[in-house]
């Protein structure tokens, strides 16, 4: 057994439980114990390491990121969603090759490691990508995902061609048997995605009994063009073809009234909120105080480098409360608990993992950063700890991480990824 000693430790639990100068035990890969110290944990440990008053969370989960688009970082700014997708992003991602997109995954694994993101959910353009070297590279770095591969109506291939493609794919992934890397069903949109495919990749889910992963409601544009092509908004859409009868994940939720947030809360949809790319795209304020209000799991998303420009959570975490805050007009909304916890737990809700992963209690996964405040100066007072985690910290503070009971960052360094 190894224990950790004399940290600060957020867990992030239902009760929001605060541990300072506590210890943290581990046993192969769950927690065994968490709390103030203990003398009968001590004598136990095969290992004790001494972090001399470093402040210990769970790892943060990335609920919608592009982990192959970090090859197109930087490639187009100030433009809008449909403008930016169409003329820049699906031209380049067309010329992707299983190299380019292998590197751009690793160094996203990197850079994700080293903010602290231990888990994500990705949804990648079939383009060019190897799925054996992906996973090859996600076990290697010893993260928790999601991998799946988007579907498109396009001229180039039919309904079922899609479909036969990404079934093969799914139960490849299914077939490595691996509980760190699954698969959803991700069909991108449904500007983007004809209706036939749209209700054959709902089947594909129903039969493989995975979830759903789908941008849904992210610009009044694409309510725009829905209600043109269907007469009715994204969601009403949507809840006719059955998705949100269906486990899923859906990306944005930027263009949501009230009537549809009360229907979300009823189902069994989770919404991955990305507040930079949103913004950055001009895209909206997606209604998060009112979809938590509601009942409905709510967790935070980079989305994809070239919409962000970083996979940095924490910074990802702060403008989320800013924006709540500011949309609201009121300064108590999106607390520092409320934030924290979407960053962790609410994110692992999102992906069905609140049982194994996103707080640090007995019985779940060993998955933590660590952060030495000592000698940053913008981390100081140091027992303004709750306030820095949401407010002042940066990905580079993030010193360690642990996944598992394993370590995978020292000081800042990946040990499990090789670019």
Same mark, same amino acid.
């Given at each position: ?19 300072? =100068? ?19 944990? /001590? ?6 390491? !001494? ?48 190299? &380019? ?20 959910? =990705? &949804? ?11 996973? $090859? ?17 396009? $001229? ?6 899609? #479909?036969? @493609? ?30 036939? +495919? ?11 009994? #995975? ?17 043109? @092509? ?14 949100? !009868? ?14 549809? #947030?009360?229907? %979300?809360? =009823? ?8 507040p930079i790319s949103n913004l950055k795209l001009a895209s909206g304020i997606a209604p998060v105080v009112q ?7 709510? *967790?935070?998303?980079? =989305? ?18 800013? +924006? ?7 300064a108590s909304q999106f607390p520092i608990e409320t934030a924290l916890k979407a960053l962790t737990i609410e ?10 992963? *996103? ?7 060993? !998955? ?31 010193? !360690?991480?642990? #996944?598992?009971? $394993? ?7 990946? /040990?499990?990824?090789? %670019?």
């Amino acid at each position: 057994m190894k224990v950790f000693q004399h940290v600060n430790i957020v867990t992030c639990d239902q009760d929001f439980h605060v541990y300072l =100068d506590g210890i943290l035990a581990v046993k192969e890969s769950q927690i065994v114990y968490v709390g103030q110290e203990n003398q009968e944990i /001590l004598k136990q440990a095969n290992q004790i390491i !001494d972090y001399q008053g470093a402040w210990i969370m769970p790892g943060l989960v990335n609920c919608h990121t592009h982990s192959a688009m970090t090859g197109l970082r930087g490639i187009r700014d100030d433009s809008n969603l449909h403008e930016w997708l169409e003329d820049y992003i699906w031209p380049a991602e067309a010329e992707f090759t299983p190299e &380019m997109t292998t590197k751009a995954v690793k160094e996203a694994l990197t850079e994700m490691l080293q903010s602290g993101t231990t888990t994500f959910n =990705d &949804m990648y353009n079939p383009n060019g990508v190897d799925i054996a070297e992906i996973y $090859e590279a996600v076990k290697a770095s010893k993260m928790r995902c999601y991998f799946s591969p988007t579907l498109f109506s396009s $001229e180039a291939e039919t309904t079922n061609e899609t #479909i036969a @493609r990404t079934r093969a794919v799914i139960e490849t992934i299914k077939g490595y048997q691996d509980p760190k890397f699954k698969v959803m069903v991700a069909p991108h949109s449904l500007y983007s995605c004809n209706r036939e +495919l749209l209700e054959a990749s709902l089947d594909l889910a129903k039969e493989k009994n #995975i979830p759903l992963h789908i941008h849904v409601a992210e610009t009044q544009e694409e309510s725009g063009i829905i209600l043109k @092509r269907y007469g009715k908004r994204p969601l009403a859409f949507l809840d006719e073809l059955g998705y949100l !009868d269906h486990k899923a994940v859906f990306a944005h939720g930027v263009e949501l009234n009230e009537a549809e #947030i009360t229907r %979300l809360a =009823d189902s069994q949809v989770a919404i991955a909120h990305n507040p930079i790319s949103n913004l950055k795209l001009a895209s909206g304020i997606a209604p998060v105080v009112q979809l938590q209000k509601a009942g409905v799991a709510v *967790g935070i998303a980079t =989305d994809s480098v070239a919409s962000n420009n970083n996979l940095d959570m924490f910074e990802e975490g702060r403008t989320a409360a800013l +924006l709540q805050k500011m949309k609201s007009g009121d300064a108590s909304q999106f607390p520092i608990e409320t934030a924290l916890k979407a960053l962790t737990i609410e994110g692992a809700k999102v992906l069905g993992m609140e049982a194994e992963i *996103g707080s640090l209690e007995v019985g779940k996964q060993a !998955d933590f950063l660590v952060i030495q405040p000592q000698g940053k100066i913008h981390l100081q007072p140091q027992e303004n700890m709750l306030s820095h985690l949401v407010y002042a910290v940066k990905s580079s503070d993030v010193d !360690d991480v642990y #996944i598992g009971g $394993e370590q995978v960052v020292n000081d800042g360094h990946v /040990l499990t990824v090789s %670019l």
